[in-house]
């Protein structure tokens, strides 16, 4: 028999000024839930958040340590939509995030594949908040 391969994308690393202005932003601006904080000395720490309920990746949150990792803290994707936050009650979480301050570039919009809104971290970079239609999921 044939070994099932069996894969998934545990983490994804976000780089941010400021682990602390980070953690506060995800976990009362967004609702997520701060999986992990652990130092490992030198003024490193590994901290982990993840929506609510997710089983799936989560975000690891890496202080930028030079001015090269600095110069990408809120850009990077050079100015693309980063990351896709899925929801299963799009307005809910969009009236939640709007209400605790969340900056949204535009208005809630329907479009082929479900309701979606684009969305900035605490230093700009770009996500979506997507509610996929029952077809798309």
């Given at each position: 028999?044939?070994?099932?391969v069996?894969?998934q994308?545990?983490?994804?690393t976000?780089v941010v000024?400021?682990?602390?202005?980070?953690?506060?932003?995800?976990?009362?601006?967004?609702?997520?839930?701060?999986?992990?904080?652990?130092?490992?000395?030198?003024?490193?720490?590994?901290?982990?958040?993840?929506p609510?309920?997710s089983?799936?990746?989560?975000?690891?949150?890496?202080q930028?340590?030079?001015?090269?990792?600095?110069q990408f803290v809120?850009n990077?994707?050079g100015?693309?939509v980063?990351?896709?936050?899925e929801?299963?009650n799009?307005?809910?979480?969009?009236?939640?995030m709007k209400?605790?301050?969340?900056?949204?570039?535009?208005?809630?919009?329907v479009?082929?594949?479900?309701?979606?809104?684009?969305f900035?971290?605490?230093?700009?970079?770009?996500?979506?908040?997507?509610?996929?239609?029952?077809a798309?999921?």
């Amino acid at each position: 028999m044939a070994e099932i391969v069996r894969q998934q994308i545990g983490c994804i690393t976000l780089v941010v000024e400021n682990y602390d202005d980070a953690i506060a932003f995800y976990t009362k601006k967004l609702g997520f839930t701060l999986v992990e904080d652990t130092d490992l000395g030198a003024g490193k720490r590994w901290v982990l958040v993840a929506p609510p309920n997710s089983g799936g990746t989560k975000l690891l949150l890496a202080q930028a340590g030079n001015s090269e990792q600095a110069q990408f803290v809120g850009n990077q994707t050079g100015g693309r939509v980063f990351l896709f936050l899925e929801t299963n009650n799009f307005r809910r979480d969009y009236e939640r995030m709007k209400a605790n301050g969340v900056v949204f570039s535009e208005e809630p919009r329907v479009e082929a594949y479900g309701t979606v809104v684009v969305f900035q971290d605490l230093y700009g970079n770009k996500w979506d908040l997507l509610e996929l239609n029952q077809a798309m999921k």
